[in-house]
C-alpha cells in the first residue's frame, strides 16, 4: 500500500448478548490477540490510537429498545473524536473491534467529514428495527442504525441522521436467507443488496466494481468497508460469535477487497467479531492475518 495506514483500537463488547458459558464476549480481546500475531508490525502504521472500552454489561434500554444503549452512544462520540482528531485525508485507517457496534462512531465521524458510501461485508444484514431482534444487541442491528432505522438516541446523534444515505451502501454476503421477515427488511429497503448467492453470481470482484462505479457517479466524498469476519466460511473462521456454515473463501475476499482497500478513496476497513476465546491456539488467526496483511500489501495498487 502507498499511502500511511493509522489503526485505531477499539475493543467494545456492549453490542454483543454474551452466551451462558461467557463471562463475557471475548470480541474485546480482538486487538491484543492480532497484536500476538505481528498484525501491527507487519502493517508498520505511523501511529496506533486505542479507545478502552467499558466493563461489560447486559442493561437493556426500554427507551430504545436495546441493551447498553447509553454506554454504546457514549462511546460512540468518542471514538469519532479521536478519529476527528486524528483524521488525514492521505492516510488509511485500520479500525479494529470489538463487534459490529463500533460502526456507529466510525458513522459518526465519516458523517461530519461528509457524505460517505458504506461497503457492508458480512454474514448477516444486520438491518432490523429493535423489535425484530431476539437479543437486543445493537451489534445485530447496526447497519440499520446507521441507515436511520431505530430510536432517535442511536440513530441521530449530533442530529446527523442518517449517516450513511441508504442508496450509498452495498450490502454482501449475507448467509442468512432463510428467514423471510428478517430478509424482507433489507429487500425493502434503498441498500443494495447482494446474498451470498447474489454476491457468487455477479461476481466478488465485479461487486467491488459496482460499489465504486456508485460511490464515482454520485461524487461521494469517499467510502468505508465494515468487514464481519463471520462472513468466511465456518471451516475457516468459526471463532465468531453467530456462527454460518457457508460463506466466502479468502480467495473471495481478496477479489473482492482489493479494488476496495487500494483506491484512494477508500477511507479504511473496520474488522469485527473475532473472538479468541474461540481460537484458542490461534489456528484460524494464523491464517486469517496471513491472508488480510496480503490483501492490504497488494501491489496492484
Known amino acids: 500500500m502507498k499511502r500511511d495506514i493509522n489503526i485505531f483500537e477499539f475493543p467494545l463488547n456492549l453490542g454483543l448478548t454474551k ?8 470480541v474485546r480481546k480482538l486487538p491484543d490477540w492480532l497484536r500476538k500475531f505481528d498484525f501491527h508490525k507487519r502493517i508498520g502504521p505511523q501511529h496506533i490510537f486505542r479507545l478502552e ?13 436495546v441493551k447498553n444503549a447509553d454506554a454504546i ?18 492516510t488509511f485507517n485500520i479500525i479494529l473491534g470489538g463487534d459490529c457496534s463500533i460502526l456507529i462512531g466510525n458513522a459518526v465521524a465519516l458523517k461530519k467529514l461528509g457524505n460517505f458510501g458504506l461497503f457492508y461485508l458480512d454474514g448477516h444484514t444486520d438491518f432490523i428495527p429493535p423489535q425484530l431482534s431476539e437479543t437486543g444487541g445493537v451489534a445485530g442491528m447496526d447497519l440499520a442504525i446507521v441507515s436511520g432505522i431505530g ?6 446523534i449530533d442530529g446527523l441522521k442518517p449517516y450513511f444515505l441508504e442508496e450509498n451502501i452495498f450490502c454482501s454476503g449475507n448467509a442468512e436467507t432463510d428467514d423471510e421477515e428478517y430478509v424482507s427488511q433489507v429487500i425493502s429497503s434503498n441498500i443494495h443488496y447482494y446474498d451470498l448467492d447474489h454476491l457468487r453470481k455477479n461476481g466478488f470482484r465485479k461487486t467491488a466494481e459496482d460499489f465504486l462505479k456508485m460511490t464515482a457517479g ?8 465494515h468487514f464481519d469476519v463471520d462472513v468466511l466460511k465456518d471451516e475457516i473462521m468459526p471463532a465468531v460469535d453467530s456462527r454460518m456454515e457457508d460463506g466466502i473463501s479468502y480467495d473471495d475476499l481478496q477479489e473482492m477487497l482489493i479494488p476496495l482497500i487500494h483506491h484512494p478513496e477508500c477511507f479504511g476497513i473496520e474488522i469485527t467479531i473475532l473472538d479468541p476465546d474461540y481460537d484458542k491456539d ?4 494464523q491464517s486469517f492475518v496471513e491472508n488480510l496483511i496480503q490483501i492490504i500489501n497488494n501491489k496492484e495498487d
Open 218 to 225: 454520485k461524487k461521494l466524498d469517499g467510502f468505508f468497508i
Open 53 to 65: 472500552a467499558p466493563e461489560y454489561a447486559m442493561d437493556f434500554d426500554k427507551e430504545s429498545g
Open 19 to 26: 452466551k451462558e458459558h461467557e463471562t463475557e464476549p471475548g
Open 151 to 156: 430510536h432517535e438516541k442511536l440513530t441521530n
Open 282 to 285: 490461534g489456528f484460524y488467526t
Open 73 to 90: 452512544i457514549e462511546y460512540a462520540k468518542k471514538q469519532a473524536d479521536l478519529m476527528l482528531k486524528n483524521y488525514d485525508k492521505s
